[in-house]
Structure formats: C-alpha cells, structure tokens
C-alpha cells in the first residue's frame, strides 16, 4: 500500500541538497589537496557558486519548513530512542517490526529527528558559517578579520568528514524500509510503500489529527464549516486519496465505521467495521433500515437534530456518542457527519464513526450524570 | 505517466539546472589574455607621440672644442641653469640618504658610499674604480667636492649617440678621445642602455646584483619581460620610474629602507587590474610580482653566491686564476672567490611591508646568516595592525648568499681596500693579503679592526621587480596551494594556506570515521543480507 509522504518541495530540497552537498564535498576535497579533477581554480570557483546556491536553497527550505508547521518534525523526543537503536543492533536481523511507524506528522523516528535537528541546527550551520568566513573575511582589510584559517579551516574540513559519514549511513538506513528501496523511491515520488497494518495506522492518526482540529474549531464559537470542508479535502490529499472516488475505500481499510444514510432516513451504505461496532453479521440487516435503530430512544432526538443539520449543508461532529448495537448493549463513538451530494444537490448524509475507548467514555458519563 | 513526468520535471531537470549553474566553466582566465589590458596613467605605444623639442646639434655652445667633460656640463648648465641644483640632491650624486631604518629610532646615513653588501663589500678605499658608475668626474677618494656644479656627469645619463662610455679605474671620467660634440649635440631622455650601463652591470658583471637587470633587456622578448618587450611596449625604464626635475621614482632595498617614492605596478595597473574577483583579492596579501614573475634571470644567469674566503689561490706562476661554469660564467676569479651563477631561477618568498633594516658597519652581528639588509614583514603584519599602508604581503626575492671577512674580536663586518692601480698598495685585488688590505680599508673608513679577520655567510634580500612575464606564464592557483614540496611557497610557514596545508589529526579523524562507517555498514548489511538468503528474516 502506498501512502503520500513527501511534497513536492520537500523532494526538490532534498535532492537539490544531494546534488550541492555532493558537489561540494568533490570540489572541497579538491581544494583540501587530495586529488586533482576540475583544477584548483574552478574548483574554488564552483565551490564558492555552490555555497551560495546552497545558502538560497537553506532560506527556502527554513521558509517552508515554519510556514507549513514541518518543523514540528524536527522537535526531539528520547521517547523509543532507546528501542530504536535495539531495532537497529538486533530486531532488524530477526525481521521485527519498526518500533515507530512513518506517519505524516510523524514522518521520522526519534534518532531520525536527533541526526536531522542536528544536522540543521549544528552542522550544517557550522560549515556555512565557517565556509563564508573561509571565504570573505581572510581578507585584513575588511572591516572583519579573522587572524588565521587554521580555526576556520578545521572546522570546515571536520564538518565535511562528518557530512561524508552522514551520508553513508544515511543511504544505507534507506534500505531498512517496507523493502529496501522503498524509501528512496518515496523521496522520488513522494508515494512511500508501507505495509497495511502501518498505512492503516498512519490513516487513523491523520484521522485523529483532524478530529482533535476540528473540536478545537468548534471550541473557537467560529463558524466552522468552511474550516470543515477545507480540513477534510487536505486530509484527503495528505493520506493520498482522491475525493469521493477513494474516500469510502481507505475508510473501508481503516478501523473507522462509515456509514450513508438517505434523505429518506435510510441506510444505503454501512461498512464492514461500522457491523462490526454495530455487532451485526452483515450488511444486509441494515441497509435499507432506518437510522433510529442505531440508538436508544433517549438518544435520538440528537441524531434527528444533527441529521437535519447535515442536510442543510453543515459538516457536524459529535465529541462522543452512545450507540445501541444489535445485541442491545451500547458502545460509544465520534462521529463525523457530512452531507452526501450527487450533482451539487444533498440527497443524504455520509460520515464515519470512531470508536472510544470505554474507560473514556464511562469518565464522561458518569461527568453527564 | 503525469506523475512520472513531473517527477523527472522536478527531480532530474531541476538537478541538472543547478549542477549546470554551479559548474559552469568561468571563462575569465580566456577573457584575461585576449582583452585589452586597461592602464592608468599610461599613454600606450601605439598613441604615443615622440616629437623632438630642441634640436641640441643647432646650439652653438655645443659646437665648440670640449678640452673637458666637465666643460660640456658647464655648456650644459649655461641653458639648463639651476638643473645642477636638482641633481646634487639626488641619490645618483650622493650615494647617501638619510633614512629611518625600520625599527630603530634614529636616522642613519645609508648609501653606496657607507653601506656594505656582500658582492664588492663596499667602495671605501676602491672609490676609484667604483665611481664609475658615479654621475660625477673625479671621485677618488674622500676629498672629492660634492658642491662643484662642473663634475656632474651629464652625458652618462643624456647621451643618444650611443658612444660615451666611462673609464675602467678612472674615477668617473670617460674613456679618452670621445667625440663629446657628437655626443652633447645627441642628448635626450635616458633610454634603457642609459640607465642599463650600471643598473644591469652593477657587481661587477651583467646581471649579478639583481638577476633582473639584465643587458639582454635593452632588445628582448615578451617572454623575458613583458614591458620592454620590442616587439611589444618597449617601454623605457622611465616610463614607470616616472621623473619630476630629476627626481626617479623607485629605489632599492638594498640600500634604501622607507617605504617611499617607490615604483610601483598599481600606478598603471590599479588595484583591481584582474576580471576575476578571487584573483583580485589576492592582492591584499600577495604582491604582483609574485605571481607575475615566476622567475628571473631568464636571458643571462644572475650571480647567487659569492664565497669570498676561498679568494687569493694562485697558479704556479703567480697568476691569477679564471674558472669558468658548463655554461661560460665565472665560477672562481682569484680576486673575488667562489661564485655560483644560476639562470631562470624560481624566487624565494617572504612576507614584507616595503620596510626593510640594514647592517651599519657599527653594527655587531647578532646571528648567522648576517642578514645584510632585513626585510621587516610577517603574516600577522595585516589589517589595522599592519606596520605600513600596504601591510605584508607574499614577495618575489633574490637571495644573494654571501661569505665575507668580519673581525672576529668586534664581531663586525669589515671594510677591506680592494682596488688600487698598484702593487703594494695593500689592495687585495693586487696584494691578495686580507689582513693588510682590511687594516687599510677599516683605517680609510676610520673604523678600528682588532687584526684577527674570519669569514662569515650573509644573505642579501633583493626584492624582484623586473622581467614580468606574460600572463600566460603567471603561476597558478597550484603553484602555491599544493601540499607537494614544489610549492612555492613551501616554507614560508605561520599560516594557513588551503591546498597546502591539513591539520594532520582531523583529516586522520575523519578517514577513520568514515571508514567505520563503511566498515559498519559492511558487517550490518552483510549480516541482514546473510538472514535473509537464510531465510532466517521471515517476511512478515
């Protein structure tokens, strides 16, 4: 199963870093005496052109990274640090499953977020730093002088090592994933494969993400449809699937219940986790019912008002729901309701129902009464 | 198909957009050669205009009978009548000036008449036949009146006709039975030869001071020197030691010390002569001269070293000895020593701020080598800091390595009498007796000498100026940053320069870092690849 990881940008940053880090490193080398290949004097200059290239695409990168909240990716955690590394030194080799699993607003596990804050904030600083200064103030008649290169020069020249053996361990952990060049391929297309139990995993806390979002909209007393709308097509996009065509499928794959629901009242669709939670046997002893039998007579006003509600064009959530299944004991859910339309017209109600955990949902109870 | 057509948009062409944006070939070092150069302050050859103001053969007080050479400086003087005034200030005249050597507070007298070197030593007690390359008739000895306007030496300087000529031993006076009408009638600025006639021939012989004053000069190719070229600029050595009322820019170190009145390549060439900006930089701590003349002594070989303690040895008759090298120069004359000649000579580099120390002859010796004259400089001698305007930068020099008498009591250097016309006169050329013939010259200089003499090895630092090559034999970026023993500049050590030097402990770190990295990923890999051909990795 393929699930979309990496943006556009984020992909053109990488590999742009690749080609400039890589030439970088040749030509500073070259610099540094080991070998002769371009020429001292053009290696000088492409290093110089490099640099700055490097530095613009560095603006662009920390540009990006704050405006659409990626740097959160970076925060460090020592939480499964510690399993992390014991995945790497033994559960790899006797096929153990990831300890963290790639999620997209968990993209990287926490010695991934350790190297990479790292690399950001420390090395890659560093050498910039210290690379100008090699450049621009070795010159005693500018206003800013350094009194030698030695310092300049061994950072710089440590850094690079440090970046060459980043760079090994860097392309071969990518072979550590679902299969060994799924991870490059992702950065390429942006569709990493993952097997299902961690895609459907990383759906449910996109999921997750989104409903915690829209209870702290609705918390804001603003109109929240439009935030709604908008919240769901991203999700959307973020897990890969495409509007409506797709939208029922990865709920169908996921652990949520959906569920479609005519202006009539009438169940059209349910899915196979909705009979589940509902603990039917199949489908067929609900499509074609009427909704009033997913609740307790004392619930169902407020299904009746939400449904009406749906119907005139608002997106509803409920924080949690008791549900009545087949058996007539209850369960409890969120639900997220919106309204199913066919050619622009509303000619029912579709959503999906997420079930809570039942210590929650008595600590709420036992709060209503 | 979309898709994987964007990706190849984004991914491939963009990556291969910046690898042809950073990579792209500077074409600056093409521009250099094949673009005009731009100068300041300089009329090109091709739009000069030589147009002869005073036609000195239609002047009647040159057409008379000359009895004397000082008669032609008084014709002279009766139409240029206060140049005399100009010319007994000058250096030429002098051969003294007083100057603040670096690093000492006073002023001292510095010149040919009283500074020592390590070719001839010094003219005291040799003043006859060193005076020779005086503007001046009659310098013999100490008596000599440096007021009298009539012994000025016009014609060595002015004349075009090309037949003046001093003579050897006469001091200063010129060669009997010259045509002084034909001569005076010629006069006009000085040309090469001119000023070539000492400045090339200074030491004794063509080229053996500066190694790049050379009397092939006078007619040589581009690749020799690229401004006097004769099938290029031709220029005259007035063109850069621009003068005012005979006063010569340029003065060198090896007698002169302050950092001023100096000829220098900025004044036509600016700060900022090259396209490129890196190259540009340079100069805040290279000069030149560095790069541009990558060696001297490129159409004679220049004197290197002059080993003045094997002087004296004789053949079995009693004569002297000439030996000479594969290549025709003097390697041994009984009355100098042991020489070694050497041509296209790579300089040696130091750092120098234009300011420079000389050994007095009242000054001890400290250290050995003797360093003749110092040149002050160093690489923390920069930016706000810096001893001088210009700062230290990277030079070209001539090293002369000398060995010459010094009295070991008072630990000086001496002064011997070298020259004299006679036998028993105790010079050295004609008496081969160091002892008499320093006793003589200390006692000429009015300076005491203890009666025991040894030699000692001096240096003599000579800043290189001349023979600039074309651009295209510059040295290049390699020529210093390499960490091979052909560096140029490979001992000039206290800095750090990129391609030549490493810290030996990070670049040790760093490869075996690396190495454990690879060796890591080895055995990681190797042991992953192992279990699963095993089938010991179940796929789930």
């Known amino acids: 199963m393929k699930v979309y990881i990496y943006k556009v940008f984020e992909r053109f940053w990488h590999w742009t870093q690749v080609t400039l880090i890589i030439i970088l490193a040749i030509t500073g080398f070259e610099i540094h005496g080991y070998y002769e290949l371009f020429g001292y004097r053009e290696a000088v200059m492409i290093h110089d052109r490099t640099a700055w290239a490097f530095l613009i695409l560095i603006v662009f990168a920390i540009f990006w990274h704050f405006t659409t909240g990626e740097w959160k990716q970076y925060i460090p955690t020592l939480k499964l640090v510690k399993e992390q590394i014991n995945y790497y030194i033994t559960g790899i080799f006797s096929g153990a499953e990831h300890p963290t699993n790639k999620l ?31 450049m621009y103030f070795n010159y005693p008649n500018e206003t800013y002088q350094l009194g030698s290169l030695d310092l300049v020069a061994a950072i710089h020249t440590f850094g690079a090592f440090f970046l060459i053996v980043f760079i090994i361990a860097h392309v071969y952990l990518t072979t550590t994933g679902h299969k060994p060049l799924s991870s490059i391929k992702a950065m390429i297309t942006g569709w990493e494969e993952m097997d299902e139990k961690e895609a459907r995993e990383m759906i449910v806390s996109e999921m997750e993400y989104s409903l915690q979002e829209t209870k702290r909209n609705f ?46 009242g009438l169940f059209v669709e349910v899915n196979r986790a909705w009979v589940n939670l509902y603990k039917y046997e199949s489908c067929d002893e609900i499509i074609g019912e009427h909704y009033s039998l997913s609740r307790s007579e004392r619930a169902i006003t407020q299904l009746d008002e939400t449904i009406a509600k749906v119907m005139k064009g608002e997106t509803v959530e409920h924080g949690l729901v008791i549900r009545k299944c087949k058996d007539g004991s209850v369960g409890y859910h969120t639900i997220t309701m919106t309204p199913w339309k066919q050619d622009e017209k509303i000619v029912g109600v579709e959503g999906f129902i997420l079930d809570v955990d039942s210590s929650q949902a008595a600590k709420m109870e036992w709060e209503n009464n | 198909m979309k898709r994987k057509l964007f990706v190849v948009l984004v991914l491939v062409v963009s990556q291969f957009a910046v690898a042809m944006l950073v990579m792209q070939l500077n074409p600056t070092l093409e521009q250099d050669q094949s673009e005009e ?65 670096a690093l000492r507070d006073s002023v001292v007298s510095v010149g040919k ?53 001093k ?13 002084l009408n034909l001569i005076s009638q010629s006069v006009g600025s000085p040309k090469r030869e001119n000023c070539g006639i000492c400045h090339y021939w200074g030491g004794g012989g063509n080229n053996v001071k500066h190694g790049d004053l050379d009397e092939a000069m006078n ?41 001023k009145n100096r000829v220098t390549c900025v004044q036509c060439h600016t700060e900022t002569p090259h396209t490129d900006k890196l190259l540009n ?126 009295d070991v009591v008072s630990k000086k250097l001496v002064q011997p009498k070298l020259w004299s016309p006679n036998k028993g006169d105790s010079a050295y050329w004609t008496d081969f007796d160091w002892d008499n013939s320093i006793e003589a010259g200390m006692k000429y200089t009015g300076l005491p000498y203890s009666g025991e003499y040894d030699f000692v090895e001096t240096e003599m630092y000579w800043p290189l100026n001349h023979q600039v090559a074309p651009a295209e034999n510059s040295l290049t970026c390699t020529s210093c940053h390499s960490s091979s023993p052909d560096s140029r500049l490979a001992n000039l050590n206290g800095f750090y320069l990129p391609g030549r030097d490493r810290f030996a402990m990070i670049d040790y770190l760093g490869i075996i870092l690396i190495l454990l990295t690879l060796g890591g990923v080895a055995i990681h890999g190797g042991i992953r690849v192992i279990l699963r051909k095993n089938c010991l990795h179940d796929k789930k």
């Open chain 2, 37 to 101: 150069i731009d100068v300041v302050n300089y009329i090109m050859k091709a739009d000069q205009i030589d147009r002869m103001v005073a036609d000195h053969s239609k002047f009647e007080i040159l057409q008379q009978e000359f009895e004397t050479p000082q008669a032609v400086t008084l014709a002279c003087l009766s139409c240029h009548t206060e140049r005399h005034h100009e010319i007994m200030a000058n250096n030429h005249w002098t051969w003294d000036r007083n100057e603040k050597l």
């Open chain 2, 219 to 259: 007619s040589c190719s581009r690749e020799v020197d690229v401004h006097m070229a004769i099938d290029g600029e031709d220029m005259s050595c007035i063109a850069c030691h621009t003068t005012e009322n005979h006063v010569i820019t340029g003065k060198v170190y090896a007698l002169s010390s302050e950092d």
């Open chain 1, 104 to 134: 997209v607003y968990n993209k990287f596990n926490p010695l991934q977020r350790i190297i990479y804050l790292g690399l950001k904030v420390l090395v890659i600083p560093v050498m910039v730093i210290s690379g100008f200064a090699y």
């Open chain 2, 113 to 165: 008449k009283n500074i020592l070197n390590n070719f001839c030593i010094g003219i005291n007690g040799s003043e006859k036949t060193c005076s020779r390359c005086h503007i001046g008739y009659g310098w013999e000895d100490k008596s000599f009146d440096f007021t009298d306007k009539g012994n000025i030496d016009c014609l060595v300087c002015h004349d075009q006709s090309g037949t003046y000529k």
């Open chain 2, 281 to 406: 930089q340079h100069f805040e701590r290279i000069a030149c001269q560095t790069c541009h003349i990558p060696e001297y002594a490129k159409a004679n070989a220049t004197k290197m070293v002059w080993d003045w303690s094997t002087a004296g040895r004789l053949d079995a008759e009693g004569n002297t000895i000439h030996e000479s090298d594969a290549d025709g120069n003097h390697n041994y004359l009984s009355i100098k020593g042991t020489f070694v000649y050497d041509d296209h000579v790579k300089p040696e580099y130091f750092w120098f701020n234009g300011l420079a120390d000389h050994l007095l002859i009242t000054d001890s010796i400290e250290s050995i080598p003797v360093q003749i004259n110092t040149l002050e400089g160093s690489y923390n001698d920069k930016g706000k800091d810096c001893a001088t305007e210009s700062c230290s930068k990277i030079w070209p020099i001539k090293v002369h390595r000398g060995k010459q008498p010094y």
């Open chain 1, 219 to 264: 918390l804001s007393e603003k109109d929240s449809s439009d935030f709604l709308d908008k919240a769901l097509e991203e999700t959307e996009e973020k897990i890969g699937v495409k509007k409506e065509n797709k939208f029922r499928d990865v709920i169908a794959n996921s652990g949520a219940g959906y569920f479609k629901i005519g202006a009539d």
């Open chain 2, 167 to 179: 003579a050897k031993g006469k001091a200063g006076y010129p060669e009997e039975g010259l045509d």
